[in-house]
């Protein structure tokens, strides 16, 4: 078999979307991506053809690794939204010529390294990343949340309201414990607005918190203020978006170290679905 390795410039989404799928048929969460959602991830996580690249036998793609450029508001770090290889085609060194070329784009456009996210029991996956120079940065839990009749209580003094995404402060060194991963940061929610609703807390004519939730119950941020917390604040919000996701609610890349955002989760009745290695490899 003979491959060639090529930018993703002009390649439809729809193609890339059934590779993504293929690629991931065998894995401990399969993929079943529609042409519309793979739109979605590509513009919540900063994918450009440019940087990302494809292995091809003839017409066929047999694997691919999806990237962003570098991004200023990541250190000029580049993301890797997806890396994979066909089934048919693994064994073959693919994902080592993918990463070869995604390195030297980016070592040419002076980028600083390279993240991704693994899941934990992938064990070939993560060996694999580690060859590449890849290093464990934290672990990253994801929750669904079924089930939500919570109750609509909300604290004395404070109101809750839907608000527009540009009212969310740039500041949020008073409100979040850990830096979110790519896909929950304020980029993903600003490429794509009308996918996300987001509900305010205030009090004292101040926003004391906030919850954000992606059209299919993502939840990219839940925040209280420090001086606000263990009042009810988090739980009147979580509730209120309840009530417009009644089935479900899921919180992806959850840092496993931040222990007021896991505390409140697993007193509400969250269960953990997998946990993920962020990984980084600098350069």
Not at 45 to 73: N, T, V
Not at 75 to 81: E, F, N, P
Not at 111 to 128: K, M, P, Y
Not at 200 to 212: D, H, R, T, Y
């Amino acid at each position: 078999m003979t491959f060639q390795i090529r930018p993703c410039l002009g390649i439809q989404h729809e193609r890339l979307a059934e590779a993504m799928n293929a690629a991931f048929s065998d894995y401990v969460v399969p993929l079943h991506l529609t042409d519309a959602q793979f739109h979605e991830i590509a513009c919540r996580r900063g994918f450009s053809e440019d940087h990302s690249f494809l292995a091809m036998e003839g017409d066929q793609i047999a694997g691919f690794w999806f990237s962003s450029k570098p991004e200023p508001k990541m250190g000029s770090r580049a993301y890797c939204l997806s890396a994979g290889v066909i089934p048919a085609y693994r064994r073959k060194g693919l994902l080592r010529r993918l990463f070869d070329a995604v390195l030297d784009k980016h070592n040419d456009d002076k980028g600083t390294g390279l993240q991704l996210e693994v899941i934990s029991t992938n064990e070939a996956a993560l060996r694999g990343y580690e060859s590449f120079g890849y290093e464990v940065v934290r672990d990253l839990n994801a929750y669904k949340l079924e089930n939500l009749p919570f109750s609509q209580d909300v604290p004395q003094g404070v109101d809750i309201r839907e608000i527009d995404l540009e009212r969310l402060p740039a500041d949020v060194s008073s409100f979040f414990d850990t830096d979110p991963t790519r896909q929950n940061q304020r980029s993903a929610m600003a490429a794509l607005p009308e996918t996300v609703r987001v509900f305010g807390a205030f009090a004292e004519g101040k926003l004391i918190g906030w919850q954000a939730a992606f059209s299919d119950g993502a939840i990219p941020e839940l925040a209280v203020h420090q001086d606000w917390r263990r009042r009810g604040v988090g739980s009147a919000l979580l509730a209120r978006v309840a009530t417009i996701h009644p089935e479900k609610l899921m919180f992806v890349n959850v840092d496993a170290g931040c222990c007021s955002v896991n505390g409140f989760l697993n007193a509400h009745g969250a269960d953990v679905l997998l946990v993920q290695h962020d990984m980084f490899r600098a350069v």
